[in-house]
């Protein structure tokens, strides 16, 4: 079936470097993204989101980008810190569902001191 | 700013026992999802409830029932539970009247284990 995944399970970077982390979609009607950080025993926090109307969006100290030529998302976030340490996952609203979230499998985020 | 709550933050059940997660969503809005998340698992949705009509089903269990009430909390209810419902229970919410904003805004989680 269709789904949302993540190139990479782990990812570990320097901290004060960019990271990178990215997300593949097969559904390419799906016209609504999102990116969530998770903490160990915490709730998916919302970092950014995007439509399938925009290539791109800027929030703070983070870029969400959208190809849907080759269905690609990806989440940048600059001058890594070691609180962004934590699980990232991309989610889209598959369309003609009421707002229900088909999540990806999540990255791994590890920031080196 | 207020977030979504739920209660219990944590709830140990026998097999086949009961269980009843509530979740109160962040005021004004008028949608909640449910969602579990099985150990190093991505969240799945179970349901969801817009106005306190179930707008959405997911894999949720036949044994799992879930409602809205006129307050907008909703409480997610598992009977028959079996070891593998060991998760954590996420409920979300949004603001859809308008339909500006999708954005579903995660509560801190339920986190149940079945002995």
């Known amino acids: 079936g269709e789904s949302v995944g993540l190139h990479l399970p782990t990812l570990s970077v320097q901290e004060g470097d960019n990271s990178i982390i990215n997300c593949a979609y097969s559904?390419?009607?799906?016209?609504?993204f999102i990116w969530y950080k998770q903490e160990s025993g915490k709730g998916p926090q919302f970092i950014i989101d995007i439509r399938s109307n925009m290539d791109k969006r800027q929030g703070q100290r983070v870029t969400v980008l959208l190809n849907k030529t080759v269905k690609h998302l990806s989440l940048q976030i600059a001058a890594t810190q070691p609180g962004d340490s934590a699980v990232y996952f991309c989610a889209e609203t598959p369309p003609g569902s009421a707002r229900q979230l088909t999540f990806g499998s999540g990255t791994q985020l590890t920031v080196l001191p | 700013a207020a977030g979504v709550i739920q209660s219990p933050r944590h709830l140990i059940k026998e097999k086949r026992e009961t269980a009843t997660l509530k979740c109160y969503p962040i005021p004004r809005h008028d949608t909640v999802y449910w969602y579990q998340q099985g150990p190093g698992q991505d969240p799945q949705f179970l349901i969801s409830f817009y106005e306190k009509m179930q707008s959405d089903k997911g894999s949720i269990p036949d044994r799992f029932s879930a409602q809205q009430f006129s307050d907008y909390h909703s409480e997610l209810n598992m009977s028959s539970l079996e070891l593998g419902d060991s998760a954590l229970y996420f409920c979300a919410s949004s603001l859809t009247a308008g339909g500006a904003d999708r954005t579903q805004y995660f509560g801190p989680g339920t986190r149940l284990t079945v002995l």
């Open positions: 559904n390419s009607a799906s016209d609504y």
